[in-house]
Nanobody, 129 residues
Framework: QVQLVESGGGLVQAGGSLRLSCAAS?????????????MGWFRQAPGMDREFVAS????????YYANSVKERFTVSRDNSRNMVYLRMTSLKPEDTAVYYC?????????????????WGQGTRVTVSS
């Protein structure tokens, strides 16, 4: 069973950048194990529902973004390292949230596909104004 661990969150000023990482781990996890999962990033701000941020297909050939982060965030993956990334630039206070990565072997994460097989525990991002 793949487990996901996010890292890279923190406090940043508005206009700044962060890169979040999501590492797949598990007992005797083989290289490229994450390649069987389409991956996504979601976030949850205080008092709000969890919302879709971005996703990437199994091979990384296609990416999808919420309108609110388009042209500011970039999702990528390195299947050889079992890693997924979210590069965030031009950060705004409204980007403040706990960010989660999630994966599924049969469907691409999206605003409509949130019932996903595996989720990380989240990493907190705080953007100060």
């Amino acid at each position: 069973q793949v487990q996901l661990v996010e890292s890279g969150g923190g406090l940043v000023q508005a206009g700044g950048s962060l890169r979040l990482s999501c590492a797949a781990s598990g007992r005797a996890l083989p290289s490229y194990a994450i390649s069987t999962y389409a991956m996504g990033w979601f976030r949850q701000a205080p008092g709000m529902d969890r919302e879709f941020v971005a996703s990437i297909t199994w091979t990384g050939d296609t990416t999808y973004y919420a309108n609110s982060v388009k042209e500011r965030f970039t999702v990528s993956r390195d299947n050889s390292r079992n890693m997924v990334y979210l590069r965030m630039t031009s950060l705004k206070p409204e980007d403040t949230a706990v960010y989660y990565c999630a994966g599924d072997r049969t469907k691409i994460p999206s605003a409509g596909n949130r019932n996903l097989e595996v989720w990380g525990q989240g990493t907190r991002v705080t953007v100060s104004s």
